[in-house]
């Protein structure tokens, strides 16, 4: 459970803010959309090989 304290005086936006920036980060979302539709252990490994190939040739373009 992601728990906010809110200072006195402090403006209800920005504890919102940082619940949402909290709730960001523990990946929960993320994780939902992954697991609403299977994929199969091979297109994980081919997706990440592209990730990798594409990570690289930007790395690439980036020196020249």
Known sequence: MI???VKEGENIERALKRFKRKFEKTGAIR?????KNFEKPSMKKRIQMQKAIYVQHLQLMDEQ
């Open 3 to 5: 728990i906010v304290p």
């Open 31 to 35: 994780e939902l959309r992954a697991r």
